[in-house]
């Protein structure tokens, strides 16, 4: 079973940046699409930014021109660049295996002055 480790995560002011990691157990990128996915409180979760296996990306609107997802697929790792966040992007922040029911166990950002 695939293990999905987030982290990066913190307490930042509006206006800043913070990159998020996504380790995986097994070298998994190269087969499938991954994504990024959100859940504020009282709220659904979300995509928010998505990979697919041939390293085409994606994103919400909402996130757009602020956000990059990449990875590493020597490292197995993933990453969410975020740039000019905004205090509506905290959330709790989910990496997954598109299509299946892989998913990390989360990483709190909170942006707050």
């Known amino acids: 079973q695939v293990q999905l480790v987030e982290s990066g995560g913190g307490l930042v002011q509006p206006g800043g940046s913070l990159r998020l990691s996504c380790v995986a157990s097994?070298?998994?990128?190269?087969?499938?699409?991954m994504g990024w996915y959100r859940q504020a409180p009282g709220k659904e979760r979300d995509l928010v930014a998505s990979i697919t296996s041939g390293g085409f990306t994606n994103y919400a609107d909402s996130v757009k021109d602020r956000f990059t997802i990449s990875r590493d697929i020597t490292k197995n790792t993933m990453y969410l660049q975020m740039n000019s966040l905004k205090p509506e992007d905290t959330a709790v922040y989910y990496c997954?295996?598109?299509?299946?029911?892989?998913w990390g166990q989360g990483t709190q950002v909170t942006v707050s002055s």
């Open positions: 097994e070298s998994i990128f190269s087969d499938n699409s």
């Open positions: 997954k295996v598109l299509y299946t029911t892989y």
